[in-house]
Structures are given as structure tokens and as C-alpha cells.
């Protein structure tokens, strides 16, 4: 009966990483390194929050009026490369196409929270339960903190690389959508001042935007995770006055 149960979940586990895998890791408009570009010294890095549809890279082009080299990778952790190139290698391979980087506009560390939730059925306890929505299990707790580190110590290796200014992107609530991620809200308010601090305690000049305030339902897409257009829009408009100066 029990083998008859666990084949029973192996079979939805697969089934929802059949479903969820083209929006991870799909060739969206946004998924090509751009290793070249009017001004090198500024580089983004991060996942699909700016690479689902480059509107973010796009618009802080457009107010700046040049082009920004471009490493973010939809389905990017921060540290794993588990579906596509880390935040970390996306770092060194920009360096090894131009090291000379003054300013770096990124985010990191969602899908390492965000992808055992989708893919693994929540191993980490990282979505609140019903009778407590400020709840998170012990083991997500430590999951963040371990992300936390691996945000210090990138932020921190940069600083001997000679990178002046970084802008690093916070998350903001997911919804109810298709790839069922919701009821994070807990996991994501014991993250961000925790990379919040990350950024404000490293070796390099970094300012960190809370997106949280700023990104209602209506801003992400159906499947509760990405930003639409509009939603990507506000998020550019929030980074600009952090990078306009730096320019």
C-alpha cells in the first residue's frame, strides 16, 4: 500500500515538473547573454525576475541611453547551476569576458528557495500552512541563512574585482498562480532583511530595492511567480534612481 503511495507521488512530482519546466527554463525573448554592449562596464546578473521578458534590462536601457551587458538566466540559482547558469558563474563569465565591471545590477537566491518548492513538493517547509501564515519550518529558516552567506561572500569577491556600485533587486510576494507557489510570504519577510543586510554590510557600495511594498497581484503573471510587462516596468523604475547616478 505504501510503495502504492510513494509511486503515487513520484508520478505528480514528475507530472508537475513536466508542467512547470517550460516556464523555468523555456527560451523566453530575455534568455540571451548579451557579452557586448555600448557600455561594458555595467553588467545585470540574476534570474527570471529580469530575463522572463528583459522588460527590466530593456527599460533601464532605454532611460539610460546605452546598452548594459546582460548574464541573467531564467531558472538561475544563486550558488546551483540545477537548471541553468548560477548568479555566481554568470559573475565570472562576465569577468572572463571583460573585467573591467564598475557597476552591477542583480538579484539572486529565489529559485534556491523557490525550486525545491515547485520541484521537490516544499522539502524545506518553506510554505506557510493554513492554520499559521507566518510560519515557516526550521529547515527553510536555515535553507535562507545558507543563501544569505553565499550573498555575502559574492557581494564580498567582488570588491578585490574592482566593482564599485552594485543595485541588488528584492523579491516580492508570489501569488496563487499555475505553478502553485503561494503562501511564501513568511519565507520571503524573514529573507529580505536578511539580504537586505547582505547588501548593506558588504565590502562594495550596494543599495538594495524592496520590491515588496510595490509588486500587488496584478503585476505578475498568471503563473504567480513572474512579473508581467507593467510589473517589470515599476521594478525598473525603482532601480533607475539607484543607477542613474552611477552612470
Given at each position: 500500500?505504501f510503495?502504492k503511495?510513494?509511486?503515487?507521488?513520484?508520478?505528480?512530482?514528475?507530472?508537475?515538473?513536466?508542467?512547470a519546466?517550460?516556464?523555468?527554463?523555456?527560451?523566453t525573448?530575455?534568455?540571451?547573454?548579451?557579452?557586448s554592449?555600448?557600455?561594458?562596464?555595467?553588467?545585470?546578473?540574476?534570474?527570471?525576475?529580469f530575463?522572463d521578458?528583459?522588460?527590466?534590462?530593456t527599460?533601464?536601457?532605454?532611460?539610460?541611453?546605452q546598452?548594459?551587458r546582460?548574464?541573467?538566466?531564467?531558472?538561475?540559482?544563486?550558488?546551483?547551476?540545477?537548471?541553468?547558469?548560477?548568479?555566481?558563474?554568470?559573475?565570472?563569465q562576465?569577468?572572463?569576458?571583460?573585467?573591467?565591471?564598475?557597476?552591477?545590477?542583480?538579484?539572486?537566491?529565489?529559485?534556491?528557495?523557490?525550486?525545491?518548492?515547485?520541484?521537490?513538493?516544499?522539502?524545506?517547509?518553506c510554505?506557510?500552512?493554513?492554520?499559521?501564515?507566518?510560519?515557516?519550518?526550521?529547515?527553510?529558516?536555515?535553507?535562507?541563512?545558507?543563501?544569505?552567506?553565499?550573498?555575502?561572500?559574492?557581494?564580498?569577491?567582488?570588491?578585490?574585482?574592482?566593482?564599485?556600485?552594485?543595485?541588488?533587486?528584492?523579491?516580492y510576494?508570489?501569488?496563487?498562480?499555475?505553478?502553485?507557489?503561494g503562501?511564501?510570504k513568511?519565507?520571503?519577510?524573514?529573507?529580505?532583511?536578511?539580504?537586505?543586510?547582505?547588501?548593506a554590510?558588504?565590502?562594495?557600495?550596494?543599495a538594495?530595492?524592496d520590491?515588496?511594498?510595490?509588486?500587488?497581484?496584478?503585476?505578475?503573471k498568471?503563473?504567480?511567480?513572474?512579473?508581467?510587462?507593467?510589473?517589470?516596468?515599476?521594478?525598473?523604475?525603482?532601480?533607475?534612481?539607484?543607477?542613474q547616478?552611477?552612470?
Open positions: 500500500m510503495e503511495i510513494e509511486n503515487l507521488k513520484s508520478i505528480v512530482r514528475v507530472a508537475v515538473m513536466a508542467i519546466l517550460p516556464t523555468v527554463v523555456a527560451c525573448p530575455g534568455g540571451k547573454i548579451v557579452s554592449a555600448s557600455n561594458n562596464a555595467v553588467i545585470t546578473l540574476g534570474d527570471s525576475i530575463d521578458n528583459n522588460v527590466i534590462q527599460k533601464l536601457e532605454e532611460y539610460a541611453g546598452t548594459f546582460k548574464y541573467t538566466q531564467t531558472g538561475g540559482e544563486l550558488t546551483g547551476n540545477r537548471l541553468a547558469m548560477s548568479v555566481y558563474d554568470q559573475y565570472e562576465a569577468k572572463i569576458d571583460d573585467a573591467n565591471i564598475d557597476t552591477i545590477v542583480m538579484n539572486g537566491g529565489g529559485n534556491d528557495i523557490l525550486l525545491p518548492v515547485i520541484l521537490d513538493g516544499d522539502v524545506y517547509g510554505k506557510s500552512p493554513r492554520s499559521d501564515r507566518t510560519f515557516i519550518e526550521q529547515a527553510c529558516r536555515d535553507l535562507i541563512d545558507e543563501v544569505y552567506i553565499e550573498a555575502v561572500n559574492l557581494l564580498n569577491s567582488m570588491a578585490p574585482d574592482n566593482v564599485n556600485n552594485v543595485i541588488y533587486l528584492g523579491y510576494y508570489t501569488t496563487r498562480g499555475w505553478l502553485r507557489a503562501h511564501l513568511a519565507a520571503i519577510d524573514y529573507a529580505t532583511p536578511l539580504m537586505e543586510d547582505a547588501c554590510n558588504s565590502a562594495v557600495s550596494c538594495f530595492v520590491t515588496r511594498a510595490h509588486m500587488k497581484g496584478y503585476l505578475i498568471n503563473d504567480g511567480v513572474h512579473p508581467n510587462q507593467e510589473g517589470s516596468t515599476l521594478m525598473a523604475d525603482l532601480i533607475w534612481p539607484e543607477l547616478p552611477l552612470l
